[in-house]
């Protein structure tokens, strides 16, 4: 007898005993939405709408989705969108980093839970992109990653803005007190002049580029502007390409491998990317049993120069990086570094497809490999008694002067410690001190929020200082800029060395060397660490909250929960 077929509406039925019976209902049910018996036939393609009223960067949403409904339907497909969680970076609290395994889990249950034989997950917002990437390798069907697209750049007289690094620095102007209350006001209106993600190398940008890079994307997807109509015909053009995807069976785990994931790093350090970037693709490696080998990350990031004048590390704005080509160009000046074998959703391997790239133009935004904007990758893995499993410093985007440098370290407990204190004109600080900050990772905050770009302190501020030494164990903001060293590993909050550190120890970091150090002795660490308050028990906490503290790992493991990660890896990154 002929196994009865497990596609389309007959993929994973509810189970009511009766398999004929399931499949009728469905039927019957979905009929009242309109579709004819011909259309039922089709091989269905879920889209997952991530559309809300508190995300301009997922604006354009529904208009993407009509495009990749059209792109479906000219392939033979039936499209069904479905709604899940949707992130935006300043409507999540505590954080959207909190909420970013939820929307992975919720992403992840809701592609296995409903009928379909491909799907295409519409992210853009910082967090969208890494939880779908994250369901999509967990649930392993058929899928392609559509970003809504990067927003237009704005203007404020004659100067040029967009969202959000000129947030930050318009916003320290206004600390400072060189840009008034009316005026910043002003600026609020201007800086996010259209839909769509950051229009700078911050996080949403950079998780693009390094989906593309990935394999996950179509090319030329990462920087087409949220407004273009490109935007609309690459969305059609992914809606065409998941129906041949379903049929033929091209999986994420044939796509997302440990030279693919290389190669999204390595994206990662050639456009000045996000700090974030690392975290989230441990996250999706660690879904497939895949080790982010950190030391091969730094390795890499000594070999490959940053190559893309965007803002916070260069002047420009994604519009102008799209201009120039997007990232085809960069994967054509790096080509040599590459893994140039490994296949993408488009079917071919990412080596046909830079061949295929259209010829490179003059412009000023990418530079050429041989003159490029830094020569070093823009982010360096720190190590030492500070920071044993290691810590993140963007050295694209510090000061000089703090590549190697000593200084005294002023201690805040918290961020709420910070917060109450950084404008304290009493705060016993000076320029050459090192702000310090713990209790801010993921199990401290929790959620390891975009904390690390502390301010710097009002009174040293109105004295013209722009940058100071900073560190913490929670995250920045792709979008920031300034002398950070971020996601030192373990936490405190885990019982890491940044528990100790006291406020007037001298804190030692040396970029080249890759070093993290207190300056205190082994002896007095360790009598330290005896007198450390026990952490207590929260019986109150219920809920996602308590699923969360309970389960997240640190950073260096991705901030992924232990139960979702494929242990023990099977293997790890070159």
């Not at 039925?13 to 009242?32: N, Q, V, W």
């Not at 390094?210 to 996950?216: D, F, H, Q, S, Y």
């Not at 100790?500 to 080249?512: A, C, K, S, Y």
Request: charged share 25%.
């Amino acid at each position: 007898m002929k196994e009865p077929s497990n596609k389309g509406m007959r993929k994973g039925l509810t189970s009511y005993g009766d398999r004929e019976f399931s499949l009728f209902l469905r039927k019957a049910f979905i009929k009242a939405m309109g579709y004819s018996d011909a259309a039922l036939e089709l091989p269905v393609i879920g889209i997952a709408n991530t559309y809300s009223g508190y995300n301009a960067c997922h604006g354009n949403v529904p208009e993407l989705m009509t495009a990749i409904k059209r792109g479906v339907m000219l392939a033979g497909g039936l499209p069904v969108d479905f709604p899940t969680i949707s992130l935006h970076e300043s409507f999540a609290h505590p954080t959207s980093m909190f909420l970013r395994n939820l929307m992975a889990m919720d992403t992840e249950e809701m592609i296995r839970a409903q009928p379909m034989d491909a799907v295409i997950l519409i992210g853009g917002c910082d967090k969208t992109v890494p939880a779908q990437l994250m369901a999509a390798a967990s649930a392993n069907l058929p899928a392609i990653v559509v970003v809504s697209g990067p927003m237009l750049s704005g203007t404020h007289g004659a100067e040029r803005i967009g969202a959000c690094t000129d947030c930050r620095r318009l916003w320290g102007m206004h600390r400072a007190g060189q840009i008034d209350k009316d005026e910043i006001n002003e600026i609020s209106g201007e800086l996010v002049p259209s839909v769509g993600f950051c229009g700078v190398m911050g996080t949403a940008s950079t998780m693009a580029c390094m989906t593309e890079a990935l394999g996950m994307m179509l090319p030329g997807g990462a920087t087409i502007p949220a407004v273009n109509a490109d935007r609309m015909r690459h969305a059609e053009e992914a809606g065409r390409r998941a129906v041949q995807m379903a049929a033929e069976g091209l999986t994420p785990d044939k796509i997302i491998t440990p030279k693919s994931i290389a190669n999204s790093l390595r994206i990662l350090m050639a456009i000045g990317g996000s700090t974030n970037g690392i975290v989230h693709m441990t996250a999706v490696a660690g879904r497939l049993g895949i080790k982010v080998d950190l030391d091969a990350f730094d390795r890499m990031g000594r070999e490959t120069p940053v190559l893309v004048d965007l803002k916070p590390s260069g002047v420009g704005y994604m519009d102008d990086f799209h201009k120039a080509g997007g990232l085809r160009v960069v994967l054509r000046e790096i080509k040599h570094l590459l893994n140039l074998d490994c296949m993408t959703v488009s079917g071919r391997t990412l080596g046909d497809e830079i061949d295929a790239a259209p010829k490179p133009w003059p412009q000023q935004i990418i530079r050429p490999i041989d003159k490029p904007l830094s020569a070093n990758g823009g982010i360096a893995v720190l190590r030492g008694n500070l920071a044993p499993r290691g810590a993140i410093f963007k050295q694209s985007a510090a000061g000089a002067k703090f590549q190697k440098f000593t200084g005294r370290a002023v201690v805040f407990e918290n961020i709420e410690d910070m917060t109450n204190k950084i404008d304290d004109s009493a705060l016993d600080v000076g320029a050459d001190d090192i702000l310090v900050m713990r209790n801010a990772g993921p199990i401290g905050a929790p959620g390891m929020p975009e904390a690390g770009y502390i301010p710097i302190p009002k009174k040293l501020a109105e004295k013209g200082v722009k940058d100071m030494l900073r560190m913490s164990d929670a995250r920045m903001s792709g979008t920031a800029f300034g002398s950070i060293v971020l996601h030192i590993c373990p936490e405190a909050a885990a019982g890491g060395p940044l528990a100790l550190v006291r406020t007037g120890d001298q804190i030692r970091l040396d970029v080249e060397a890759r070093g993290l150090d207190l300056l205190v002795s082994d002896e007095e660490m360790d009598k330290r660490r005896q007198q450390l308050p026990a952490r207590q028990a929260d019986d109150s906490l219920r809920g996602y909250r308590k699923l969360f503290l309970d389960h997240v790992q640190q950073a260096d493991e991705g901030c992924d929960f232990d139960f979702l990660t494929r242990r023990p890896f099977t293997d790890k990154t070159p």
